[in-house]
């Protein structure tokens, strides 16, 4: 099950992205490698997701004439982990769009009902007037990627400025997500097999989380 028709679902298959993807999936990737290649395809990620940010024209002077060129312009961005190992992606992002701020949404599941509860959440007061980029590196069920669109959308985030950014998804949770917020942009490095009976992705890069802190 690895074949989708969902809209604003996409895959970046650039080299870079599918080499240094590769490089992490490797069992025996230590934790400072995994961490340093996260953020280096997080990254290349930002340069890809940030292609449709708006630019206006403004008047400038390089050494030789004055020039009217291009600069950013429109909703500011900010970055959204989904706490823990959303973390891991956020200092890669920022070295691309430096000025963007950061927010945070915590969730841990419930053992008796498996679903995401919210434990923490902070984010810039003018969410509502940002694009923001969701990041998780795991999409795997979808219901922690559901739950913090929630917990935006109830703070005032406009759907359409949303984007899931992960690194690794499973067809379940992008159809889940897909389900649950159809305006959200989806964007992955890649969409593997789908979930085996634990709900971990196949054939994924194992705990994102532990293996970025060198956690159990």
């Given amino acids: ?16 992205i599918q080499h240094k993807l590769t490089i992490i999936r490797q069992k025996d990737c230590g934790t400072k490698e995994f961490r340093e ?25 390089t050494p030789l004439t004055k020039s ?21 992606m956020v200092d890669g992002i ?6 963007a701020r950061v927010g945070h949404v915590g969730l841990y599941r419930d053992h008796d009902t498996l679903q995401p509860i919210e434990y923490f959440v902070k984010l810039p007061k003018d969410i509502a007037e940002r694009r923001l980029f969701v990041v998780d590196p795991m999409l795997a069920t979808g219901g922690s990627a559901v739950a913090a669109i929630d917990a935006l959308i109830k703070r005032g ?22 389900d649950a917020h159809p305006e959200v942009k989806i964007i992955t490095a890649a969409l593997d097999d789908g979930l085996n009976e634990d709900s971990y992705i196949v054939p994924g890069l194992g705990d994102a989380g532990d293996r970025l802190f060198g956690t159990k």
């Fill in 94 to 99: 920022l070295k691309l769009i430096p000025a």
């Fill in 157 to 178: 985030a406009d759907p359409k400025a949303i984007s899931f950014c992960c690194l690794v998804a499973a067809p379940e949770g992008v159809q889940v997500l897909h």
């Fill in 68 to 88: 009217v060129q291009k600069q950013l312009s429109g909703k500011k961005v900010a970055v959204i982990p989904i706490l823990r190992a959303g973390i891991g």
């Fill in 37 to 61: 290649v996260v953020d280096e395809i997080s990254m290349l990620m930002a340069y890809e997701v940030s292609r449709d940010l708006p630019l206006s024209e403004v008047e400038i002077e």
């Fill in 1 to 16: 099950m690895n074949e989708l028709n969902v809209e604003n679902f996409h895959v970046l298959d650039h080299p870079l």
